[in-house]
C-alpha cells in the first residue's frame, strides 16, 4: 500500500513580508513584471526606430503580399508556374501598374502646369484685390510683408542649402528602401510559409501551433484591413475625380484620383488632406462658388465612405473602435510621423486578432484548424525527442 505523502506547504515568508498586506505584495508583483514588459517594448520600439530605412519597406512589403498572395496562389493553382515564377510575374504587374498611373498623371499634370500657373497668378491677384477693398491694406503695407518675408529667407538660407544637401540623403535612403520592398515582397510572397514556419519553429513546442493560428487570425484580419482599404480608396477617389469632371476639370481628374488614392491609406488625416487639395484646386481653377460645390461633394464621398463602405465591408473581421483608432494613429504619429501613421491600424488589427485568440475569444472561429502546420511542428517536436534520447 502506498504511502500517503503530506501536501507540501509553501516556504514561509519572513515576519517583515507577513506584515504587508496581500493585495500590496501582489501589486507589486504586477509592477515589476509590467515595468519589464514597458522598458523591453521600449526598447524594441527603440531599435527599430533606428533602422527605418529597413523596418519601413519591409512593413509595406508585408501589406503588398496580403495583396498580392490571392494573385500568386492562382496562378500557381491554375497554371503551371511555380511559386517563384508566379511571384514574379504579380511583381513585375504590380511596378506596371504603379509605373503606368504615375506616368499617366504626370503626363496630365505637365500638359496642364501652364494653365495651373496662370490661373495661380490670377487667383492670388484677385485675392490681393479683395482683401485691399476689404479690410482697407494699402500697397505699402502690402510690400513691406513682402520685403519681410524676403529679408526672414534670406536669413535662413544657410538652413535652406544645408537642407537641400540632405536631399541627397534622402535620395540614397529611398532608393535603398525601394530595393529591400521589392526583395522582401518577392521572397515574401514566394517562401514566406516556410520563412514563417521557421520562425515558429524556433518556439517551445507547447507554443507553436497556438502561435501558429493566432498568426493566421492576426494575417486573416491584416487581409480584411487592406482588401477594405484600397476598395475604400478607390472609391474615395472614383467619387472626387468623378466631382472633378462634374466642376469642368476632367483634364484633373486622373492627377486627383491617385492624390486621393495614395492618401486615404493615411487614417484620419489623408482623407482630409487630399480633399483639400481637391477643393482648393477647383478654387484657383474656377471660383469660389465651384468650390463651395466641391466641397460638398468631398464632404458626401467621405460620408459615405465612413458611414456605409467601413462597416459594410470590414465587418467584424477588423473590430476596433474609432478610439483605438484615433488613438493609434495619434501615437503612431508621436513615433514614427507619417510612417507611423500608415501602419498604425493595421498592426493594431493583426495584434488585436492575434491576442483575441490566445486569451480563448477567437475573432474568426469558422477558420478551421492548420492540421498540415500542425503536423509539422509535431514532427519537429519528435525529431527533437530523438535526438535528446
Known amino acids: 500500500m502506498p504511502k500517503l505523502r503530506p501536501t507540501p506547504r509553501p516556504p514561509a515568508l519572513s515576519p517583515e513580508v507577513e506584515e504587508i498586506p496581500v493585495g500590496v505584495r501582489r501589486l507589486a508583483a504586477w509592477s515589476?513584471?509590467?515595468?519589464?514588459?514597458?522598458?523591453?517594448?521600449?526598447?524594441?520600439?527603440?531599435?527599430?526606430?533606428?533602422?527605418?530605412?529597413?523596418?519601413?519597406?519591409?512593413?509595406?512589403?508585408?501589406?503588398l503580399t496580403v495583396l498580392l498572395t490571392p494573385i500568386v496562389n492562382v496562378l500557381t493553382k491554375y497554371t503551371f508556374l511555380g511559386r517563384g515564377a508566379a511571384s514574379f510575374i504579380a511583381l513585375v504587374g504590380l511596378l506596371l501598374v504603379i509605373a503606368g498611373m504615375f506616368t499617366l498623371a504626370g503626363r496630365q499634370l505637365i500638359a496642364q502646369w501652364p494653365d495651373i500657373q496662370t490661373r495661380a497668378v490670377e487667383g492670388f491677384q484677385s485675392l490681393l484685390d479683395w482683401t485691399q477693398t476689404t479690410f482697407q491694406i494699402d500697397m505699402p503695407m502690402i510690400n513691406t510683408a513682402i520685403d519681410e518675408g524676403l529679408d526672414q529667407l534670406q536669413q535662413y538660407s544657410g538652413q535652406l542649402v544645408s537642407g537641400a544637401m540632405s536631399t541627397a540623403a534622402v535620395l540614397s535612403n529611398l532608393a535603398t528602401g525601394i530595393v529591400v520592398c521589392l526583395f522582401s515582397l518577392f521572397f515574401l510572397l514566394s517562401s514566406g510559409g516556410a520563412i514563417w514556419r521557421w520562425l515558429v519553429g524556433l518556439l517551445p513546442p507547447d507554443a507553436r501551433v497556438p502561435t501558429h493560428e493566432g498568426f493566421r487570425r492576426g494575417w486573416k484580419a491584416l487581409?480584411?484591413?487592406?482588401?477594405?482599404?484600397?476598395?475604400?480608396?478607390?472609391?474615395?477617389?472614383?467619387?472626387?475625380?468623378?466631382?472633378?469632371?462634374?466642376?469642368?476639370?476632367?483634364?484633373?481628374?486622373?492627377?486627383?484620383?491617385?492624390?486621393?488614392?495614395?492618401?486615404s491609406f493615411v487614417p484620419l488625416v489623408g482623407a482630409i488632406v487630399s480633399g483639400a487639395i481637391a477643393v482648393l484646386l477647383v478654387l484657383v481653377l474656377q471660383d469660389w462658388i465651384f468650390a463651395l460645390i466641391m466641397l460638398g461633394i468631398v464632404l458626401l464621398v467621405q460620408q459615405a465612405e465612413s458611414n456605409l463602405l467601413q462597416p459594410l465591408l470590414m465587418g467584424k473581421a477588423v473590430d476596433i473602435h474609432p478610439l483605438g483608432v484615433f488613438l493609434g494613429v495619434a501615437a503612431g504619429v508621436l513615433l514614427a510621423g507619417i510612417p507611423g501613421a500608415l501602419f498604425a491600424i493595421p498592426i493594431i488589427a493583426f495584434v488585436n486578432a492575434t491576442l483575441l485568440y490566445l486569451v480563448g475569444r477567437d475573432p474568426t472561429p469558422d477558420l478551421p484548424q492548420d492540421k498540415a502546420a500542425a503536423a509539422h511542428f509535431a514532427s519537429l517536436g519528435r525529431g527533437s525527442g530523438r535526438r535528446a534520447g
Not at 484600397?230 to 491617385?258: H, K, R
Open 32 to 63: 515589476w513584471r509590467l515595468i519589464v514588459i514597458v522598458a523591453a517594448s521600449a526598447l524594441l520600439l527603440w531599435g527599430l526606430l533606428q533602422v527605418t530605412v529597413i523596418v519601413i519597406p519591409v512593413l509595406i512589403a508585408v501589406l
Open 223 to 263: 487581409s480584411a484591413y487592406v482588401r477594405t482599404q484600397i476598395l475604400v480608396a478607390a472609391v474615395d477617389a472614383f467619387g472626387i475625380s468623378i466631382g472633378m469632371v462634374f466642376m469642368g476639370l476632367g483634364s484633373y481628374a486622373v492627377p486627383i484620383w491617385l492624390l486621393v488614392f495614395l492618401f
